[in-house]
């Protein structure tokens, strides 16, 4: 800045001292050119009257040579040629009757120019008489040309310069400094406060406003980060950012916590240094190839959906780890129970139609045909059973399987359960007590009932003959328990974890004898569920085996 205002300042100076010094030489030429004219009138005239005046010509020239003349004189005759000139050899030089100022003289008696002299080489004025005698008498000097006069004044001009250039930079330094001082001291916070002069303030205002609208954008910007930095690190999906070169730029909590790493985001550090696991990095390099790569992966006993995105094809990646255990399980259980229960359905079914053909070939004794009867009604009532249980354990996979709850006596529900198998357990001298105290819960009446049933049915089923099943209901501080004990077989410590899944058995041909699907501990499981209830069972191989339901009691009934 200080040098711009200096070069402007100093050109301007420039320019001003030479215009001056050029404006001055033209006046200087101009006026010299006047004062020389009129001198050199005076001389012409005076030298005429002084050859008019003397008739001889050596006495004129004598009187010529002594007077203190202007720089060049000559003495022409009439017809024009010169008979005398102090500065060159009068002999040497042609007519001068064709010069103007003698033109001039021939006809007024008086005669002026200025020109170029070919014989002196420079501008000179020329002034003329003619004389008595019919001659003429020439005096003439030189001009110096502008440029001349230019050139004469250079040293003054150049000092001239010297001070402005001088006097130029000491000001044009003041200048600047006071012009920036006030700028210098602008609060680019508070650009409105300050004491910078007044055309300075549409700049602060609008950078006033330019400082508004920054801080707001800056805002905005913040809580979008904010926004997004709290998406990313809440999401329970894992969420990794890699660069091509599969540098990690971003990895949220859920990621860390999937692939079990501790070390810090800082952009430079490659994947490998977080997990070591195959497949993700050829998942990785997939994408970044191809785009798009989807793959399973399993970290720290889970199963995890892995998708890789490229962003931008010169940019990254995005990694996305969802969590997909419990759906690949859900997934296996239904497999496992599509294959179960044709498995189920099938083995009833070709009893039936065995014992059915049997009967149709004709070949059974007369005798035998009750028996197959009740065998292909025994296979029928299972079959029944079995199609009856799938349908209500997948309603209540659906969330079908549960009416309208109500108030129900856990105690009255216990006692009609009981009541289903008193004939069943009095073929095998077996006895059912039903005891405790009467609660109410809030219930589904008929999914309540199929649960005891089931409970009582295997207490029943899986007893000693002359057994005991003992089915009490309690009342806790803010709980409802109905307990089922039996003295039966009980459960080997291996088998207790398995038996509420589907179709599972620990003797299937005991259960498959005495009409069992395999389903009733798994609807108990779902109905305790849906109940908010919890199961519990215990046994002891050859004692006997306690199965407990545990309801919790609303506010109002603790
Ligand atoms: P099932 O229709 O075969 O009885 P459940 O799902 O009700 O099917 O029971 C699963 C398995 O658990 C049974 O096959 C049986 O082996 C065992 N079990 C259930 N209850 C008892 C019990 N009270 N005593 C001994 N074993 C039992």
């Known amino acids: 800045m200080q040098k711009r205002v200096f070069r402007g300042a100093m050109l301007i100076a420039l320019l001003s001292a030479l215009f001056v010094a050029l404006v001055g030489a033209i006046s200087d030429y101009v006026s010299a050119g006047r004062e020389t004219e009129s001198r050199l009138w005076q001389e012409a005239r005076l030298l005429a009257a002084l050859s008019d005046a003397l008739q001889e010509e050596e006495a004129f020239l004598n009187a010529v040579k002594s007077l203190p003349l ?7 005759d009439e017809d024009g040629v010169v008979r005398y ?29 200025r020109r170029y002299s070919e014989t002196l080489l420079n501008d000179r004025i020329y002034v003329a008489c003619r004389l008595g005698n019919g001659g003429y008498v020439r005096v003439s000097t ?8 230019l050139w004469a004044m250079a040293w003054p001009l150049a000092l001239a310069i010297a001070v402005v250039i001088a006097l130029t930079a000491a000001l044009s330094r003041r200048w600047t400094r006071a012009l920036v001082a006030p700028m210098n001291r602008i609060d680019l916070e508070n650009p409105l406060q300050g004491d910078a002069y007044d055309e300075l303030a549409p700049m602060l205002r ?8 920054l801080e707001s954008q800056l805002r905005e910007i913040g809580r979008r980060r904010d926004e997004r930095d709290a998406i990313i690190e809440h999401m329970k999906e894992g969420l990794l950012l890699l660069d091509q070169q599969g540098h990690v730029l971003l990895m949220n909590d859920s990621a860390r916590r999937i692939l079990r790493t501790e070390t810090p985001v800082d952009g430079r550090t490659p994947l490998s240094a977080y997990h070591r696991s195959a497949t993700l990095f050829h998942a990785v390099d997939d994408a970044l190839k191809n785009g798009t790569a989807q793959v399973e992966m399993s970290a720290g006993g889970r199963d995890y959906l892995l998708t890789a995105s490229a962003v931008a094809r010169e940019r990254g990646l995005v990694v996305l ?15 496992r129970f599509s294959a179960n229960v044709s498995h189920e ?17 004709g070949m059974t004794q007369p005798q035998d045909v009750p028996l197959f009867a009740h065998k292909i009604r025994h296979e029928s009532q299972r079959l029944l059973k079995l199609v009856e249980d ?26 009609e359960a009981a009541q289903n198998y008193a004939q069943a357990a009095a073929e095998r001298g077996v006895s059912v007590i039903t005891e405790g105290q009467d609660v109410q819960i809030q219930a589904d009446p008929t999914l309540l009932g199929e649960m005891l049933c089931n409970l009582i049915e295997n207490a029943v089923k899986y007893n000693r003959d002359g057994g005991e099943v003992r089915v009490s209901v309690q009342r806790l501080e803010d709980a409802a328990r109905v307990r089922v004990r039996d003295t039966g077989i009980g ?14 058995r620990v003797d299937g041909s005991r259960s498959k004898q005495t009409g069992g699907t395999g389903l009733g501990l798994s609807i108990v499981k779902h109905g305790a569920k849906l109940h908010g209830a919890s199961v519990e069972l215990q046994s002891d191989v050859g004692v006997g085996t306690t199965v407990t339901l545990t309801f919790a009691l609303p506010e109002g009934e603790r």
Do not use: C
Not at 345 to 357: K, Q
Not at 493 to 498: K, P, V
């Open 491 to 504: 459960i080997p410590a291996a088998h207790i974890d398995h038996v509420f899944e589907r179709f599972y």
């Open 321 to 335: 780890l969802q969590d997909v255990t419990e759906r690949n399980a859900a997934e296996e259980l239904r497999k």
């Open 345 to 361: 359905l099938r083995t009833p079914l070709t009893s039936i139609s065995g014992y059915a053909e049997l009967i149709q070939s």
């Open 390 to 415: 799938i349908m209500r354990l997948s309603r209540m996979d659906e969330g079908h399987g549960v009416g309208r709850f109500q108030s129900v006596s856990l105690l009255k529900a216990a006692q």
């Open 85 to 113: 000139d102090n500065q060159s050899d009068a002999s040497s030089l042609e007519s001068h009757l064709e010069r103007e100022e003698i033109q001039q003289a021939q006809e007024t008696g008086e005669g002026w120019s």
């Open 70 to 76: 202007t720089e060049r004189v000559t003495w022409l």
């Open 206 to 213: 609008r950078l006033a406003d330019q400082k508004e609208r």
């Open 142 to 149: 030189s001009l110096a040309t502008v440029g001349g006069r």
